[in-house]
T-cell receptor, first 112, second 114 residues
Framework: TQLLEQSPQFLSIQEGENLTVYCNSS?????LQWYRQEPGEGPVLLVT?????EVKKLKRLTFQFGDARKDSSLHITAAQPGDTGLYLC????????????FGKGTLLTVNP | NAGVTQTPKFQVLKTGQSMTLQCAQD?????MYWYRQDPGMGLRLIYY???????DKGEVPNGYNVSRLNKREFSLRLESAAPSQTSVYFC?????????????FGNGTRLTVT
């Protein structure tokens, strides 16, 4: 079973601060997705990274896929209260196009 | 667009009771999934249906059955509920597998088994 370890598990910061969330594995993934989940709702896809070393930006969010495709990071610049939520990384293996492995998530709270 | 709709939103069962969780999508997606989310465990795949007419086991299939009723609908059945099945259940769909298209999730069914 492929495992994805996310850190930190919990993060509470003040509005305007920067933060980085990590997603690590000992396995190689064909692709990696980041989702955000708000209370009482299902996860919503933020980004998919496929190529080792790939960097994608979504406004104040920067996503990076490790060169070896075993790890990823999410960096948020100047966090806002609207960024509050559970951030999940999910990795796909080449063996199946349907079995997506999720990390346990990082619960981010941005205080005004 | 409604996207992925799950019913019911909340359910309380006694041990041994049965129930069916319903899921429907209106995005003409081929693939559908059932996940459970537990504190400290993340999202775990129960069953998936790559396309209409097919179903396959995921990571934690024991105690569950599924039916892909048609392209739109994918149901999850608990034949004899156990307290260990207390969880939040999410249905998701994608146009194809996740490598080609993102997963779209419903808002979940919160199930408590006493």
């Amino acid at each position: 079973t492929q495992l994805l370890e996310q850190s930190p598990q919990f993060l509470s910061i003040q509005e305007g601060e920067n933060l980085t969330v990590y997603c690590n594995s000992s396995s190689v993934f064909s692709s990696l997705q980041w989702y955000r989940q708000e209370p009482g709702e299902g996860p919503v896809l933020l980004v998919t990274v496929v190529t080792g070393g790939e960097v994608k930006k979504l406004k104040r969010l920067t996503f990076q896929f490790g060169d070896a495709r075993k790890d990823s990071s999410l960096h948020i610049t100047a966090a806002q209260p609207g960024d509050t939520g559970l951030y999940l990384c999910a990795g796909g293996s080449g063996g199946s196009n349907y079995k997506l492995t999720f990390g346990k998530g990082t619960l981010l709270t941005v205080n005004p | 667009n409604a996207g992925v709709t799950q019913t019911p939103k909340f359910q309380v069962l006694k041990t041994g009771q049965s129930m069916t969780l319903q899921c429907a999508q209106d995005m003409n997606h081929n693939s559908m999934y059932w996940y459970r989310q537990d504190p400290g465990m993340g999202l775990r795949l129960i069953y998936y249906s790559a396309s209409e007419g097919t179903t396959d086991k995921g990571e934690v299939p024991n105690g569950y059955n599924v039916s892909r009723l048609n392209k739109r609908e994918f149901s999850l059945r608990l034949e004899s509920a156990a307290p260990s099945q207390t969880s939040v259940y999410f249905c998701a769909s994608s146009l194809q597998g996740f490598n080609n298209s993102p997963l779209h999730f419903g808002n979940g069914t919160r199930l408590t088994v006493t």
